[in-house]
Every structure is written in structure tokens, then in C-alpha cells.
């Protein structure tokens, strides 16, 4: 009988429950605003940025490679890089001119 009343809760500790249900919602906040909004705003900034190419931008590649835009199809982009031209993927662009895409090394 007397481990019984040990595990009842104290009287007057009914705001338990709302405590955690607090600590949940800053800790989510926390995440929000250091992981997800600092995402959204990059994709946001590179999109951008690649809805802004144009023949004759200089260009790096995420594979590295550099050149021209020589011409722009709908996801394919023509870069002429030395004496070779190759299609990629307008995705694959992080670096048009000077800009680089957020969260690219430069």
C-alpha cells in the first residue's frame, strides 16, 4: 500500500504535460528556423538564379567542369568549355559568373 502512494503524483503537478508539450514546441521552432527555412531560402536562391541564365554566362558545372552557355532547352543547357561542347543538366549549374548557388564552396 505505502509503494502505491509513492507513484501518485503530488498534488498540484498537473502542469507536467504542458511543460513537455512546450519544451516540443521550442525545440521545433529551434529546427525550423536553423535547418528548414535556411534550406528553403538557398533552393530558392539557386532557382532563381538559374531562371536568370543566359547565352553567354560563364558557368561552372557541380562536376566541375567550366565554360559558356552556347544555348538554353528547357533543362538542357550547351556549355562550350575549351575546344569541347557538352549538355547538362540546368540543375546541375552552381556557379553562373561570380554568383555562386548558397551552400556551394566557392
Known amino acids: 500500500m505505502h509503494a502505491l502512494y509513492l507513484m501518485a503524483p503530488a498534488p498540484g503537478s498537473g502542469g507536467g504535460m504542458s511543460v513537455l508539450l512546450l519544451q516540443i514546441g521550442l525545440i521545433g521552432a ?11 531560402q538557398a533552393r530558392k536562391k539557386h532557382a532563381d538564379m538559374l531562371l536568370a541564365l543566359k547565352k553567354g554566362d560563364e558557368v561552372i558545372t ?3 567542369l567550366m565554360g559558356k ?26 556557379q553562373v559568373g561570380d554568383t555562386a ?6
Open 30 to 40: 529551434v529546427f525550423y528556423f536553423l535547418i528548414l527555412r535556411p534550406q528553403s
Open 62 to 64: 557541380s562536376g566541375g
Open 69 to 94: 552557355v552556347k544555348g538554353i532547352k528547357d533543362q538542357e543547357v550547351t556549355i562550350e568549355s575549351g575546344e569541347s561542347i557538352v549538355v547538362v543538366h540546368r540543375t546541375r549549374i552552381v
Open 101 to 106: 548557388a548558397p551552400n556551394t564552396p566557392a
